[in-house]
């Protein structure tokens, strides 16, 4: 059965420049394992390929069950030059959380 990441799990999002930080914390701390394993570099890189345009970066946070993507050429040159409608890149927390995973 496929489910959509925001039925497991809420994300906040980050910028720096043109980086964007998308967090993915699951709502019950058994879910982690699987979205761990389920939700990977690889995956999420194609999931976001029309939006990150740059490397993503997985770092674990075991000790709150989360992961942290950094997602480098992100948000269209940063806060100060882009002339996206959301500079910061807070609506791609909610991007991520429409990706689909086998559970």
């Known amino acids: 059965m496929k489910k959509k990441l ?14 964007l930080m998308l967090s993915l914390i699951p709502y019950n701390e058994k879910d982690y394992p699987m979205i761990r394993e389920k939700v990977t570099v690889e995956k999420v890189q194609k999931h976001l390929k029309d939006i990150v345009e740059g490397d993503i970066v997985c770092y674990e946070v075991p000790n709150i069950s989360a992961l942290q993507f950094v997602c ?10 882009s002339l996206g409608m959301d ?17």
């Open 6 to 19: 925001y039925e497991l799990a809420h994300s906040r999002a980050g910028d720096k420049g043109n980086t």
């Open 72 to 81: 480098h050429q992100a948000l269209l040159g940063g806060v100060t030059t």
């Open 87 to 103: 500079t910061h890149g807070k609506s791609l927390s909610y991007a991520l959380l429409e990706m689909e995973i086998e559970v």
